[in-house]
């Protein structure tokens, strides 16, 4: 799995996850939603992103260009 897969598999288990705080436990976990889309877009325009960056050295995740490329 490439790192790019891997953060959007995050991403998108997040926004589940902080839904069902926000039905189950308190209303204000929708800011916990929120704080997520706001990671997602800045990432998007500037190319940054802590769950990536830990992905790669943590976990050992390549990026989809490094996998092709064979390193």
Known sequence: ??????VLAFAGFMVLLSVVLTLVVHSM???FTAFI?????????TGFCPAAIVMKKVFGLKSEKEQALGF
Do not use: D, K, T
């Open 1 to 6: 799995m490439s790192v790019e897969r891997a």
């Open 29 to 31: 976990f929708i800011w």
């Open 37 to 45: 889309g706001a990671n997602l877009f800045q990432s998007a325009f």
